[in-house]
Structure formats: C-alpha cells, structure tokens
C-alpha cells in the first residue's frame, strides 16, 4: 500500500466518523478572541493526525508479517492504542470550525472590502491600506488562495453585488494564472466564469437599473455596462461624468429622518474617515474637566470631549484602569455567546446573523437572589437598598459607581441599568446601524405581558455608556450616521449619549452603528441606563409634547439652587417583574 492509499484511508476515517464536519454553532468567526484559540486546536490535531499515520504505517508493518507468532498480540494492541487516538481525533475535529463558520468569516471579509472600498489585488495578496484612516499599509503573512477568492465572488454574486463579484472573480482568475497554477483547467474555468458573470452583470443593469430592491431582494451594478455596443446607449454616454459630479458635489444629510440608503452610505463613509460635519457644526465642540462643582471630583475631575451637542455625545479619556480592562476581558472569555440582535416578534424577536458579528457575555454587578427573598423592604412593591444587597463583582460595581458620578445617572443593575455586556468582535466584525431604545414609549408600540414590567418599572434605555477595552489598529469606530459623527476606540476611553428625548421616545439622531474592525481585536463593554429610575433628576417639563433633548452633562448643571439632577443619594433596587405583580394587586384596574 503507498502513500496515496495512505492518504485516502486517513480521510476515509475522518471523514466516515463524522469528523470533517467541525461543530456550526460555535460561530468563531464572530469574536477574534474564539479564533485564538483555533492555532492551538490545529496544532494539536494535526499531531494527533501525526500519530495515527505512523500507528498506521506501524499496523502495515504488522500486516507485512503475518507469519509471526506475535501477530494476535501485537494487532490487539494496537488496535486499543487506535480507539483511544481514534477518539482523541474526534474531539480535536469537533473544535474546528465546520461550512457554516467558513461561510461566516467570508462574509466578513466581503464586508470589510465592501465598506472600506479597499483594493482587492491588494487584499488577496494580505495588504491592507485605508488612506483616510492611516498613511500606513497592513501586511499579512497570509493571502488569500484562488479557492478563497472564487468563494468571495459567490458570495457577492449571491447577495447581489454583481459589481463586486466581478471584481473578486477576476482577482481569482489572476491567482488561478500564477506559476503555480499552470497546467490546471482552474484558469480557464476562472475566466469562463468572469465572461459568464460580466453578461449577467448587464443584463441585469439593462433589465433592472444599477440598484435597487424588491421584495427583500437588492441588487447593485456599477453605472455602465462592460459590453462596448451596450456602452454606446444613449442613455450611458453621460453617467460617469454625472456620477463624478455628485460625488465631487456630496452633500451629507445630517437630520433624523434619513432613509435607509442615506443612512448606509453615511454609515459607510465614516467608517472610512470621512468628515460629514461642516465647520459651523465642529466650531462650539470642545474638552474639558468635568467635576460638576463636587469638591471630591474637583481633585480627579472625569476628562472630558464632547463630540456632539445635537445629539448630545461625550467621551471620557482614562476612564478605565488598565486591571479593570483585565478583569472584563479574563472574566468574558470562558463565557462568550454569539451576539443577537432586535427583531420582529413574527420572526422571533431575537436573531443572529451578518448584521453583528461578535461574541457577548453579561458581567453583573449584584447577587440578584437577594432580591428573590422575602426579606424585602415594601411599599408600594418590594425594593432593597444598596447595603442589602450581596456584591458579585467588586471591580464591576466600582466601575458602575464611577459612571454614576460621570454621568449623574443611577446605573447599577436592578437600580436604573443593565448588567454590563462584554463583547469581542471577529472577521470583519461589525454591528449595523440600530438605536438601542426598545421604543416601548411610543403611543401605537404594542408592548406585550412579558415586557410589561420592564417598560413600567424601568422603562426604556434612556442613555448608553459604551467602553472600550482595547485598542483596535484599523477600523472599528462607533458611527452615528445621522448626526454625522465618528468616535475611534481607545483603549481605557469611554463614551456616552442620550437616546430618548424628554417624552421617551427615540431620537433617531442617535442611530448608531460599530464598523468593520479591519486590524485588530475590538473589546467593549456596554451598560444601558434605563429611564425611570432618573425621573426626578430629568422629569418631562416640555412644553412642546416633551420633545426636547436631555440636558448636556457640564459643570453648570449642577449650581444654583436646584440641583436634583446632582443628587445620588436615592438609590434603591427592584425586581421589575415582582414590583410590577404588586402594582397589579394594589390596583385592580392597572394592566
């Protein structure tokens, strides 16, 4: 038996014991932290695969000698020591990942490419440069094989990107052309498969336009088609020229109420570095040290930025410790889950998919058992004040008591915010635009039984604080498309906006998004501030239906005489959904 036999019999084994398929629900594409861990697991299966080639070749050896006595012996040996490598290869393939996570990480390549317009030679070959982010070009050790390329053709092909699957086809047909290569029918079945998609490609520009969407279904071309006679049209000839008159003449739309188009464009824009701001709107944006009159803070005042008024968003420099950083990310890491996202209840209201590529895990601050027992203090409802309550995470609670200095807002869990979400983000990882409120505030929102007592006792996210953990060497900023505003990691750095306005609903100015995170690891923690728990430091005196903004964070908000909005001294816990049965049984008629 030669080596090819070998060869074949090795993957006859690992593929007829189920050992090719790899597990799909581990999703390690979506956390670069997940991926860490696949050097060291095809390490160790690639020497257990080692192993059981010479166990092998040692059992052919064995064969050759069947006239020795010792044959019995020596085959039940080995056949144990090939179970028990047998089922230690079993577990080394169950770690790798399988189609699903394959398919995973291309579409976060696709989207990197996609959104920083970067140069697809280029990127195939491991370089990676984005000019208005950085003079400087990214060099990988790896590039990208014709079998990867043609992938990422199929997959722009399949969302609808006929442009752009031309382009990654075309680079494919390169690759497949080189010294290597030769002598294979890869070539002529690469640039059979560019004439094929170039016909395709018109007769889509031609049938449906350069872009659009129906029933769900998008499609893109570029603005004329590659067929000279089809060129000739009358209504190409001047396209290009009117294309590269808009765009010299781009005009960004800061306002609420962009549509969905705008909105990505803009998103993607940022991304890439560009300023959608005019002067007139960066000239009152300023830092400072932010104290709030509190003699305590006046010797360690928060360093401040504000990076809009409209909406209202800060950044505080040197937030974070650096053991603090530690600790959230050592305590995530073990516990990492794939990120969902809001959606419709018809389609479960929870989903995973390209629109958030990353790993998450909760991190609280409290014991919520305590406030499961009987021992409650009551009112209206059972509440517990700080000193009852059993601490689970010192660092965590430190860290929610410096934001509730920072931003006047009680924040603990339980007591006017969520648990703190840690997230890593993967290939191309990225979250699209969203707002973080659930909107339960608006008049037509139908809230259901199970999201009853959040929306009463807590109500919605009124503010987000977002932490950044680490430093990302290209890319992963956090864009807010309507407002036209970019803020770029920063390791130990964190930022804060408003989200609802003063009758709480929604301000769309404040749709955001993460950006593909190009080089790098991007870890952030998050820690939403619900709306109830800050009714009297905030209250709704509008006399414009309460559509107005909440106030900006400065040290003026906290002098004069009526400084409720300074006071951090009412601070109590509830359960939601226990408060919220009381509240039923003290009112008959409360639904």
């Known amino acids: 038996m030669g080596p090819s036999h070998l060869q074949l019999l090795l993957t006859y084994f690992l593929c007829a014991s189920y050992y090719c398929e790899g597990k799909d629900d581990q999703d390690m594409f979506s956390s670069t932290s997940e991926m860490a861990k696949l050097a060291t697991w095809e390490r160790e299966a690639t020497e257990n695969l080692r192993k059981l080639k010479d166990l092998m070749e040692k059992r052919i050896e064995d064969v050759k000698s069947l006239m020795s006595r010792e044959l019995p012996l020596m085959m039940q040996a080995n056949k144990s020591e090939f179970s028990e490598l047998k089922d230690v290869i079993s577990s080394n393939m169950d770690l790798l990942p399988g189609q699903d996570q394959l398919e995973g990480a291309g579409n976060g390549i696709f989207l990197l490419q996609e959104a920083y317009n970067l140069n697809i030679s280029e990127l195939t070959r491991g370089i990676v440069q984005v000019k208005r982010m950085s003079e400087e070009s990214f060099l990988s050790s790896a590039s990208l094989k014709y079998v990867d390329t043609d992938f990422l053709g199929k997959i722009a092909y399949n969302r609808g990107f006929y442009d752009r699957a031309i382009e990654w086809f075309k680079a494919a047909a390169d690759i497949a052309s080189t010294t290597e290569n030769k002598g294979l029918n890869k070539t002529k079945i690469a640039h059979n498969l560019v004439k094929t998609m170039i016909k395709t490609h018109d007769k889509v520009l031609e049938q449906k336009g350069p872009s659009g969407s129906v029933n769900g279904n998008t499609w893109r071309t570029n603005l004329v088609p590659f067929d000279e006679k089809l060129r000739k049209k009358k209504k190409y000839k001047n396209v290009l020229k009117e294309f590269k008159k808009t765009e010299q003449n781009f005009q960004p739309s800061i306002r609420p109420d962009n549509r969905e188009p705008v909105i990505w464009d803009q998103f993607n ?129 430190s860290v929610s008591d410096r934001i509730k200095k920072a931003s006047l807002m009680y924040n603990a869990e339980f007591a006017g915010g969520e648990a703190f979400q840690v997230a890593n983000y993967g290939i191309g990882g990225v979250y699209n635009h969203h707002p973080d409120p659930h909107n339960w505030h608006h008049p037509q929102k139908q809230v259901g039984e199970a999201e009853r007592p959040e929306e009463v006792i807590n109500g919605d996210r009124v503010a987000t604080f977002m932490g950044y953990l680490s430093n990302v060497e290209l890319g992963g900023a956090t864009v807010f498309p309507n407002a036209g505003v970019t803020v770029w990691p920063e390791k130990g750095s964190a930022t804060l ?95």
Not at 273 to 298: A, T, V
Not at 537 to 559: A, E, H, I, V
Request: aromatic share 14%; with cysteine; glycine share 8%.
């Open 269 to 397: 824009r940022l991304c890439r570095g560009e300023n959608l701001r005019s002067p007139q709107e960066l000239k009152d944006l300023h830092c400072n040290h932010l104290h709030y009159q509190d003699p305590f803070l006046r010797l360690g005042p928060f360093k401040s930025e504000v990076m809009s008024k409209t909406p209202f968003i800060i950044v505080f420099h040197d937030f974070f410790a650096e053991s603090e950083m530690s600790h959230y990310k050592e305590f995530a890491r073990s516990r990492l889950f794939r990120s969902a996202y809001g959606q419709s209840a018809s389609k479960g209201g929870q989903g995973t998919g390209n629109k958030r590529t990353s790993k998450q895990t909760w991190l609280y601050e409290f014991d919520k058992q305590v406030l499961d027992s009987n021992n409650s203090l009551m009112s209206i409802g059972p509440y517990q004040y700080r000193r009852d309550m059993v601490v689970k995470d010192e660092l965590g609670l």
């Open 497 to 591: 906006w408003w989200n609802l306005v003063s009758n709480g609903l929604t301000d769309q100015m404040t749709v955001h998004g993460g950006c593909p995170v190009i080089v790098g690891s991007k870890w952030i923690t998050n820690k939403w501030i619900r709306w109830k728990a800050q009714g009297f430091k905030f209250p709704c005196t509008s006399r414009d239906s309460g559509y107005t903004r909440q106030p900006l964070l400065s040290n003026d908000l906290c002098s004069g005489t009526n400084n409720q909005a300074c006071r951090l001294d009412q601070e109590v816990f509830i359960k939601p959904n226990y408060y919220y049965e009381s509240l039923k049984r003290f009112s008959p008629d409360f639904q």
